[in-house]
């Protein structure tokens, strides 16, 4: 079993910055994909932004230009850096990611959700 465990989150001014991360508790094989989902309260999840092994990344259209999701694949560790922050990004972010084994096979794998608050 693995933990995915995240970091980063808190308050913060408009125009801030927040560096969230995502670390695997157990030795794996890496990620084959990372995400950071986020979901405010009556709202529906939005997927924020995903990295593949590759280093393939996506981002939602409301964070484009905004944050940056990277890893380092020797901490087995995936981050969002979010700068500048809005007042509309407040809200629980969420990390998933597909994990890879060494001894063979994938599963998928959630973190606890960390929350951010932007202040106006």
């Known amino acids: 079993q693995v933990q995915l465990v995240e970091s980063g989150g808190g308050l913060v001014q408009a125009g801030g910055s927040l560096r969230l991360s995502c670390a695997a508790s157990a030795i794996i094989d890496g990620f084959k994909t990372a995400n950071w989902y986020r979901q405010a309260p009556g709202k529906q999840r939005e997927l924020v932004a995903t990295?593949?092994?590759?280093?393939?990344?996506n981002y939602a259209d409301s964070v484009k230009g905004r944050f940056t999701i990277s890893r380092d694949a020797a901490k087995n560790t995936v981050y969002l850096q979010m700068t500048p922050l809005k007042p509309d990004d407040t809200t629980v972010y969420s990390c998933?990611?597909?994990?890879?084994?060494?001894?063979?096979?994938?599963?998928?794998?959630w973190g606890q959700g960390t929350q951010v608050t932007v202040s106006s």
């Open positions: 990295i593949t092994d590759g280093g393939t990344t």
């Open positions: 998933n990611a597909e994990v890879k084994w060494y001894v063979g096979g994938r599963r998928s794998y």
